[in-house]
T-cell receptor
Framework: ETGVTQSPTHLIKTRGQQVTLRCSSQ?????VSWYQQALGQGPQFIFQ???????GRGNFPPRFSGLQFPNYSSELNVNALELDDSALYLC??????????????FGPGTRLTVL | AQKVTQAQTEISVVEKEDVTLDCVYETRDTTYYLFWYKQPPSGELVFLIRRNSFDEQNEISGRYSWNFQKSTSSFNFTITASQVVDSAVYFCALSQETSGSRLTFGEGTQLTVNP
């Protein structure tokens, strides 16, 4: 058990819709990272938030956005859904944002299907 | 740019066999961090180990051992006396000092341990 939870577990949307995925980090973990994992592939980094500020972004379009709240919860929002957005979305939390000391611990993921 | 390659897509062994999962990485940073994660069918990524680039000491933890060799840019993972419960997808990942704690993952190796 990593103490990282995500909701919902599964979600089905249609193309063009908007979706919000939620994550609850471990208490005391000030950093949350989001990853997209397409079927049969490794996770791809979307972005990271540290103390409620975006702290790095991967190669994803602006329709992927996020928020982090003071209570260790966070959201991933995706607008104008496309079929290729179908994937497992993983959030990971860590105490800080320093790679030298901080290991990321992952939640169980949200499986998003776009029809 | 950073890259992780796991050349073995799938490995199938019989219980009690030893199995080695290969990982080769590319990075221009002199300070970097390597990780192994396990992803069982439930989907959650489980942290197994991290190594720092300045620490080439190999490690054994129970049935698991890791062989880090900077000369060949490899970070291989061996399971001794494999068990059916070891069946999962295993990911090797890399983070660089200059890129924060974002992880770059390989494509994963599906390990199946048959009884």
């Amino acid at each position: 058990e990593t103490g990282v939870t995500q909701s919902p577990t599964h979600l089905i949307k249609t193309r063009g819709q908007q979706v919000t995925l939620r994550c609850s980090s471990q208490s005391g973990h000030n950093t949350v990272s989001w990853y997209q994992q397409a079927l049969g592939q490794g996770p791809q980094f979307i972005f990271q938030y540290y103390r409620e500020e975006e702290n790095g972004r991967g190669n994803f379009p602006p329709r992927f956005s996020g928020l982090q709240f003071p209570n260790y919860s966070s959201e991933l929002n995706v607008n104008a859904l496309e079929l290729d957005d179908s994937a497992l979305y993983l959030c990971a939390s860590s105490r800080g944002a320093a790679p030298s000391t901080d290991t990321q611990y992952f939640g169980p993921g949200t499986r998003l299907t776009v029809l | 740019a950073q890259k992780v390659t796991q050349a073995q897509t799938e490995i199938s062994v019989v219980e009690k066999e030893d199995v080695t999962l290969d990982c080769v990485y590319e990075t221009r940073d002199t300070t970097y961090y390597l990780f192994w994660y396990k992803q069982p069918p439930s989907g959650e990524l489980v942290f197994l180990i991290r190594r720092n680039s300045f620490d080439e000491q190999n490690e054994i933890s129970g049935r698991y051992s890791w062989n880090f060799q900077k000369s060949t840019s490899s970070f291989n993972f061996t399971i001794t006396a494999s068990q059916v419960v070891d069946s999962a997808v295993y990911f090797c990942a890399l983070s660089q000092e200059t890129s924060g704690s974002r992880l770059t993952f390989g494509e994963g190796t599906q390990l199946t341990v048959n009884p």
